[in-house]
Structures are given as C-alpha cells and as structure tokens.
C-alpha cells in the first residue's frame, strides 16, 4: 500500500478556498485517490475520488498531477462547518485493505 | 435505509469484562470493517470481512475476535477489556467502484468505550 504524507493541521479563514496537499510517491499504477472527511464525535464521510487530472463534486475538487505523486483536495469558499479532520488514502481492488493515517486537522475561523 | 448502525452508543467496563459490539448494516454490502480510533489520532483497522464467513486482521487485531454472522451483521468482541482497549470504535462497510477504483466506506456513528 503507498504510504501518504499530509500536512498535521491547517487554519483558515471563512470564504477563503483551501488546499490540502498529499504526497504518495510510491503510488502504484492501479491506485486511486481518495478523500474522506471526519467531523468531532462522527465516523469518516467520504468526499471525493480520482485518478488523475481533475475530479470535481458538488463538495469538493481533486487535483493529480500527472506523475501522481502527490494530490490536492480543494474546498471552496469554506464556512465554520468545515472544520474537521480530512484523509488522503490510496488504494486500488477491494482487497487493499484501506489505512486511514492521522489525517489533516483543518481549523476554519471566522 | 439507516446504512450504518452501530450498538451501544457508550459502554465502560471494567478491566477483564467481557463485551461484544454489535453493526449491522442494510445496504446489501460485501465488505465489513472494525476500527479503533484513539483521542487524536486516526483510526486503525482491527479486523475486516471481505464477505460473509470470512474474516482478516488488520493491523491491530490483538485482545479482538469478530464474527461476521451474516452479511449484515459484524460484531466485535473484547473478552478481557484493558484500559489500552479505552478508544471509540468504529464499524464501516463498503461497496465496491466501478472501473478497480477503491471501494467507498460508509461509516457508523461509533461506540464510545471506556474501561476502567
């Protein structure tokens, strides 16, 4: 499984957007992309997937470079309910066993 | 469709006490997963069932054992609690995406487990 790295935690301001960078340099040609976010005392969500270039949902946009190597999840004009930890995860099949690491801590302020 | 339930909401135990956490799930998912989430930190696999009668460690599974009665039931069990095992335990199920892209999980609400 490719390890990911991500950013502890990150402050930010309400109506600004945010990126949140995650680096898998040993990605393997099958992985994808993937995205969860959890809120205090809530399990994860799901929120956005891909495998290169862009994805976009009505929460959220996913930008890969082409050598994959690292990912951007971008939320747009964020609001105080964003606050809540955020998961890179990488994995392919449904036999990967899927590891959630300590995920990025996003703070929004008003 | 409630997708995810988990059961109980909160639970302290004594050391040594046994218990079972219970989920269940009704979106007709293949896959059921346990993990444990300590203050701060991510969550751990415990243990995952990639379909019914089939069970596999994660990366956490001592102290543990599961059983995956059917395909909508996943129960945990703790038969000699510790205070180590004090964390919020989450149960999640998963379907798979088309294409070979990894599977989405759905999440339960966790059980908040405290043992003394």
């Known amino acids: 499984l490719a390890k990911t790295t991500q950013p502890i935690s990150m402050d930010s301001y309400e109506g600004q957007e945010v990126n949140i960078t995650c680096s898998h340099n040993?990605?393997?040609?099958?992985?994808?992309i993937t995205w969860y976010q959890q809120f205090p005392s809530q399990g994860p969500r799901f929120i956005i997937q891909g495998y290169k270039t862009k994805v976009t949902n009505e929460v959220a946009s996913l930008f890969i470079p082409a050598d994959r190597k690292s990912s951007t999840l971008s939320l747009p004009r964020v609001s105080l309910s964003d606050t809540a930890v955020y998961y890179c995860?990488?994995?392919?099949?449904?036999?990967?066993?899927?590891?959630f690491g300590k995920g990025t801590r996003l703070h929004i302020l008003p | 469709n409630a997708g995810v339930t988990q059961t109980p909401k909160f639970q302290v135990l004594k050391t040594g006490q046994s218990m079972t956490l219970q989920c269940a799930q009704d979106?007709?998912?293949?896959?059921m997963y346990w993990y444990r989430q300590d203050p701060g930190m991510g969550l751990r696999l415990i243990y995952y069932s990639a379909s019914e009668g089939t069970t596999d460690k994660g990366e956490v599974p001592n102290g543990y054992n599961v059983s995956r009665l059917n395909k909508r039931e996943f129960s945990l069990r703790l038969e000699s609690a510790a205070p180590s095992q004090t964390s919020v335990y989450f149960c999640?199920?998963?379907?798979?995406?088309?294409?070979?892209?990894?599977?989405?999980?759905?999440f339960g609400p966790g059980t908040r487990l405290l043992v003394l």
């Open positions: 995860l990488v994995g392919a099949n449904r036999d990967d066993k899927i590891i």
């Open positions: 979106m007709n998912h293949n896959s």
């Open positions: 040993n990605i393997a040609t099958n992985d994808y």
């Open positions: 999640a199920s998963s379907e798979p995406r088309s294409g070979g892209a990894s599977e989405t999980q759905y």
